[in-house]
Each structure stands twice: as C-alpha cells, then as structure tokens.
T-cell receptor, first 116, second 118 residues
C-alpha cells in the first residue's frame, strides 16, 4: 500500500530564511508526487507536481521540489520565505494513471510558522 | 465564478437536524470528491463521483448521503450526525479519463465547509 510521511508536524522559520519541508513516500512503482498548501480557512491549493522527467520541479510562489528515487523523498524547498507562506503543507502520492485521483494518499501535513 | 465553490462555509447543527453541503465546480471537470479533514489526521476520502456515477464510498456511515445531479454539482446530505463528525469538509474536482495525463490526478479543492455538531 502506498503511504506518505511528513516527519515534521510544525516548523518555524524567520522571514527571509530558507525552507525545506520533508516528504517521504512508499510506492511500488514510479509515483506521481504533489505538494499542496492550505492557508487558514481555505482549501488545498496545488503548489507543484512531479510526473516524470526532470527531478527538480518548479512550482508557484517560488517553491521547488526534488524527487529523489533512491531516498524515496520529495522535499519542498524555498530559498527565501515570506510571511505570507505561513500555512499548512501537504505532500501526496498517487498512481498517475487517468481515473485514479481517488487513489491519492496525503500526508498529515506540516504547519509552517514564519516569524518576522 | 471560477474554481470550486462550497456553501455554506460554516454550519452548526444539532444531532437531530438535517442539513446539506453544496459544492459547485466551474472547471469542466468530470469527477468530484468529498473529503473530511479533522485535526491531526490525514485527509479522509469519503466519496468519489466520476461522470456523475458514484465510484467510491470509503465505508462512510449512512448518516452521510452524497448526491451528484450533474457533473458540476455535488451535495452532501447530513442527518443525525454525531459530535465526532465535526470537521472541515472539502469538495474537490478533477479531470479524469483524459489523454493528457499531466492533468490527471490533479485535484482542485474548494475552501471547505466547517461543520460543528452540537
């Protein structure tokens, strides 16, 4: 069965500092990987996704993530955090075939706090 | 309106009430989903409708009853709920069964309906 682990429940960084949120997955084949962000009182918004090709993917809001098959990881990074990045971040893994969005597995999320 | 719209945003109900949550998507998607989000727990998939047919029901209690009258609308009818059903209920949509796999599996979420059961 597929699974996603986000080891950090809560992270605090200073504005302007770099950020890395960890995501480890378990999946039997080549996974499709996603990062979503949820601001307070809002639904989840897609930040970026990895389907194939270049293992470093760029997303919205200056975020990027790197797929490392050998480590079963898909960590999210941002070089300089802004106060508006404070939110909860969810990693997800899926089968990547049409008609299988219902098979996405989400992690439990990492709450990011940004200090000024 | 664009995207996925959920109403109401907040709902407080007693255990004997009957209420409904509504979701509407303006993206031309052909699959819609209900998720339950509780504190400190992973997102729980409740129901999936693909092309207006229910394709998945993840052992959800019968006090939750979904309805999908067309590909743009999804409802979640609630009756005789329990306090532990208090949560954020998220609706999502996707474009499944598409030859463009880059769009498959990508969920677009609504802002959610915060439900409190007293």
């Amino acid at each position: 069965a597929q699974s996603v682990t986000q080891p950090d429940i809560h992270i605090t960084v200073s504005e302007g500092a770099s950020l890395e949120l960890r995501c480890n997955y378990s999946y039997g084949a080549t996974p499709y990987l996603f990062w979503y962000v949820q601001s307070p009182g809002q639904g989840l918004q897609l930040l970026l996704k990895y389907f194939s090709g270049d293992t470093l993917v760029q997303g919205i809001k200056g975020f990027e993530a790197e797929f490392k098959r050998s480590q079963s990881s898909f960590n999210l990074r941002k070089p300089s955090v802004h106060w508006s990045d404070a939110a909860e971040y969810f990693c997800a893994v899926g089968a990547g075939r049409a008609g299988t969005a219902s098979k996405l597995t989400f992690g439990t999320g990492t709450r990011l706090q940004v200090t000024l | 309106e664009t995207g996925v719209t959920q109403t109401p945003r907040h709902l407080v109900m007693g255990m004997t009430n009957k209420k409904s949550l509504k979701c509407e998507q303006h993206l031309g998607h052909n699959a819609m989903y209900w998720y339950k989000q509780s504190a400190k727990k992973p997102l729980e998939l409740m129901f999936v409708y693909s092309l207006e047919e229910r394709v998945e029901n993840n052992s959800v209690p019968s006090r939750f009853s979904p309805e999908c009258p067309n590909s743009s609308h999804l409802f979640l009818h609630l009756h005789t709920l329990q306090p532990e059903d208090s949560a954020l209920y998220l609706c999502a949509s996707s474009h499944e069964w598409d030859t463009d796999l880059a769009g498959a599996n990508v969920l677009t979420f609504g802002a959610g309906s915060r439900l409190t059961v007293l």
